[in-house]
C-alpha cells in the first residue's frame, strides 16, 4: 500500500483565481502594485509569508496591530468569494483520480498550507476520500519545509518513500522532494521542472501511470 497526497489549492480546486482576488484588493487599498506574476510567487505560501512578501513588494512598514487585521480582512474577502463553491469547482479528473486510489485501496491524505482546507473539502464534497487532513492549523513549518508531508505520511502509517505528492506549487514540490516523496507538478512543467513528474492536470494523467505509482517497481521498467 502506498500514501498520496494531495495539496489542495491548485491541485484539487483551483482557488488561486480567489486567492489572488482577495489579495490583489487588498494590496492596491494599501497602494501596493500586485501582478498575477507576483500572486504565482504566492502559490503554496502561507497567509502570514503571503502578506509579508506583498508589503516587502511594496516597502510597506506596519504595525503588528494592522497586520493582523490586514490578515482577517483578506480571509473575509476570500471566504465571502467561494462562498457558493460548490462541486461543479472541483478540477476536471480529480474525482476520477480519488476515486481510482480508493477502489485500489491506497491511503489518501491532503497536505494543504491552507487554514481553510476543511471547509473548502467539505464544500466539494470530496472529505470522505481522505484517510487524514493536514492543513495550516496544524503545521508550524511552511512549504517548501517538508512538515506537511512527513505530517501526513505519519497520520497515514505510511513510510515517506512510499508516498506521493500531487501540487502545483513550487514551493510544494521542494516541500515533497525534501520529504524524499515522489513529486508530481501539476501545472505548468517549465514552472514545476523540480517535480519527478509533471501534468498539466489530472485529465493528462492515464490509469496505467497512476497503477505504476501504486506499484513503483513498474515505473523503473
Ligand atoms: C495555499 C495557497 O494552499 O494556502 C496560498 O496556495 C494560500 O495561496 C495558503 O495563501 C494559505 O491559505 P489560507 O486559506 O489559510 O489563507
Ligand atoms: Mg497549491
Not at 22 to 29: C, G, I, S, Y
Request: aromatic residues 8%.
Amino acid at each position: 500500500m502506498n500514501g498520496f497526497i494531495f495539496d489542495l489549492d491548485g491541485v484539487i480546486v483551483d482557488t488561486a483565481k480567489y486567492h489572488y482576488q482577495a489579495w490583489k484588493q487588498l494590496a492596491n487599498k494599501i497602494g501596493v502594485e500586485f501582478s498575477l506574476e507576483q500572486n504565482e510567487q504566492l502559490k503554496g505560501v502561507s497567509r502570514v509569508d503571503s502578506l509579508k512578501k506583498i508589503l516587502h513588494w511594496g516597502q510597506k512598514t506596519i504595525s503588528g496591530e494592522e497586520f493582523m487585521a490586514l490578515m482577517t480582512e483578506k480571509n473575509d474577502q476570500y471566504l465571502g468569494l467561494i462562498e457558493t463553491m460548490n462541486e461543479d469547482e472541483v478540477l476536471p479528473d480529480v474525482s476520477k483520480v480519488l476515486n481510482y486510489l480508493s477502489k485500489k485501496h491506497q491511503k489518501i491524505a491532503l497536505g494543504s498550507a491552507s487554514k481553510n482546507a476543511v471547509g473548502i473539502l467539505n464544500k466539494v464534497n470530496l472529505t470522505p476520500f481522505f484517510d487524514a487532513i493536514i492543513d495550516g492549523n496544524q503545521v508550524t513549518h511552511a512549504k517548501p519545509d517538508p512538515e506537511v508531508f512527513l505530517n501526513a505520511a505519519k497520520q497515514i502509517n505510511i513510510q515517506p518513500e512510499q508516498c506521493v505528492v500531487f501540487e502545483d506549487a513550487v514551493a510544494g514540490i521542494q516541500a515533497a522532494n525534501a520529504a524524499n516523496m515522489v513529486s508530481i507538478g501539476i501545472g505548468d512543467a517549465h514552472v514545476l521542472h523540480e517535480a519527478d513528474y509533471v501534468f498539466k492536470d489530472f485529465t493528462e494523467m492515464s490509469l496505467e501511470f497512476i497503477d505504476k505509482l501504486i506499484n513503483p517497481k513498474t515505473v523503473c521498467n
